[in-house]
């Protein structure tokens, strides 16, 4: 299998929009082709650190920590 024609299942699989017959391919290839397992390594670090990144700038409790610190508009005598 040349190389060309695995990179689409490289990103097929982390996609996890792969099916098996094409995840056996690309698993027998990953094991004789250092070339694509470094390939497919450096896209789960860019994905890992744009999902790390998005993280960061949007936390999913920032709005309430935000909030927590406000005083209450509502208690106003
Ligand atoms: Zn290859």
Redesign the pocket.
């Known amino acids: 299998m040349d ?1 060309k024609q ?1 990179r689409p299942l490289i990103h097929g699989y982390l996609d996890e929009d792969i099916d098996s017959e094409k995840n056996q391919i690309l698993q027998a ?1 990953l094991q004789t ?1 250092a ?2 397992r470094e390939i497919m390594h450096e896209i789960q670090k860019a994905i890992a650190f744009v999902q790390s990144a998005s993280h960061i700038h949007a936390p999913s409790d920032f709005t309430a920590k935000v909030m927590a610190k406000l005083p209450a508009p509502t208690k106003a005598n």
Request: proline letters at 0%; one cysteine or more; glycine letters at 0%.
């Open positions: 190389c695995i290839h082709c070339e694509c």
